[in-house]
């Protein structure tokens, strides 16, 4: 069938569906098989489009059967034709070869017609429920920005798109987080998973990942990998402890990631509705690296430095001690988790009873 029509509606299925066109030839392909197969009664069919000349062909599929028919030996997974009906469809048929016989689908019955939109619809919601999945899958372990639609007293309810709605428990929320229907804000994608009644997407704020997503969109340098982010430790709500390093000694990791006045630093606080954020530089020395994990406290030295174990006792003044150590430990706990390092803090007068040269 010659029908530059039929390619023109493909086209425009594509595009109101922002799908490919080979994926709207695959829906039709299947609808016209099940039609051809409601048509002529057979289990099997093949289509051909031949866009370029604006042609589709559609072929019954027989497989004939030879003439002594007490000697089998046939595919059985087509339809059987004797070999005097094969000759009556096509004069050129042969014994034991599959034959294919053209239908035009302005042919088509009713119910055949049916069969067709029948098949193409469920295909092409099939085929756009995966392309909504995958879509989707691409923003797993990333951050988002979506809008609130209700505010219920478990979970915000929230909009990823206008396809996509999925729910944000309050316990996956900052302690300072209040917020009202119509707001946009910022959450991370933890996992995209396809169930039969759909998609099950999670999100959160209390995730380490949302730092790291901010970092990057708020500092270009991070974004382009001129500054890594090497260690980073959070408690949601409260505080962050990232360890950054420069790959261009003429970049300041810290001056570049805080921002002229401070302006990119506190866009990344005001996301995270107030979480204070510290920095330090990492480094490959690990004296240094240590040292620099526990600011903003001082450190006079780090000994007893077991790199097997990932090991060390950092000596502090004994008036910076509560500082080094954190309110309920805090600061030495998100200095262990963002360098990798256990850190047994020391004040001076201690070490100096037990004996420690530093």
Not at 59 to 77: C, R
Not at 125 to 138: F, R, S, T
Not at 246 to 262: K, L, Q, R
Request: hydrophobic content about 35%; charged content about 30%; proline content about 3%.
């Amino acid at each position: 069938m010659k029908s530059k029509a039929f390619y023109e509606n493909v086209t425009a299925v594509a595009e109101a569906n922002e799908l490919t066109e080979e994926q709207v030839l695959y829906a039709f392909e299947q609808g016209l098989i099940a039609a051809c197969k409601r048509q002529l009664g057979v289990q099997t069919c093949r289509v051909e489009f031949k866009k370029e000349k604006n042609e589709l062909f559609v072929y019954g599929q027989y497989m004939v059967l030879p003439k002594d028919t007490l000697n089998l030996n046939v595919d059985k997974a087509y339809t059987l034709i004797k070999y005097e009906e094969a000759l009556e469809l096509n004069p050129k048929a042969k014994e034991e070869e599959l034959l294919e016989v053209l239908i035009e689908p302005e042919d088509f019955s009713l119910n055949a017609s049916r069969d067709l939109k029948n098949r193409f619809n469920e295909i092409l919601k099939e085929v756009l429920k995966e392309k909504n999945y995958q879509d989707v899958k691409d923003l797993e372990h990333e951050m988002i920005n979506v809008r609130v639609l209700e505010v219920q007293d478990d979970f915000y309810r929230i909009e990823v798109n206008k396809d996509v709605i999925t729910l944000l428990p309050k316990r996956e929320t900052l302690p300072m987080d209040r917020f009202h229907q119509g707001d946009r804000i910022k959450v991370y994608v933890t996992s995209v998973e396809k169930h039969k009644k759909g998609l099950r997407i999670m999100v959160s704020r209390t995730n380490i990942g949302l730092v790291k997503r901010l970092l990057e969109s708020e500092v270009p340098e991070i974004e382009d990998g001129t500054i890594e982010v090497l260690g980073i430790s959070r408690d949601p709500g409260d505080r962050s402890k990232v360890g950054l390093k420069s790959n261009n000694e003429n970049v300041d990791v810290i001056g570049a990631t805080v921002g002229e006045n401070g302006v990119r630093i506190k866009e990344i606080m005001k996301a995270l509705s107030g979480e204070k954020i510290d920095l330090y530089r990492w480094s490959d020395n690990e004296k240094e690296l240590i040292a620099n994990s526990l600011q903003p406290a001082p450190v006079t030295a780090v000994v007893n430095v077991d790199p097997k174990e990932k090991k060390a006792n950092a000596i502090v003044p004994d008036e910076q001690l509560s500082l080094a150590i954190g309110k309920g430990g805090q600061n030495v706990k998100l200095a262990v988790q963002s360098s990798g390092w256990n850190i047994d803090i020391i004040s001076e007068s201690k070490a100096q009873e037990d004996g420690i040269i530093f």
